[in-house]
């Protein structure tokens, strides 16, 4: 993850937080924002988490060089 550029991340084995985010399946994962938001919609599936992922990098990576 570290080598995406994500430094905070949760991985759970148990379904608590997943479920309290719409996510009731395996894998899924949605982007939470720094306010404790969701801010993507659910993304289910390997490939579906590949995109999220690379989506949220590819945003990090444009508001970063937007400043320099």
Known sequence: ?????????????AHAVGL???ANGTPMAVIVDADGLVASP????ADAIRALATS?????????????
């Open 1 to 13: 993850l570290a080598e995406h550029g994500l430094t905070r991340v949760l991985s759970q084995d």
């Open 56 to 68: 949220a990098v590819r945003r990090t990576s444009e508001e970063v060089l937007a400043h320099v």
């Open 20 to 22: 309290s985010y719409g």
């Open 42 to 45: 659910v993304a289910a599936g």
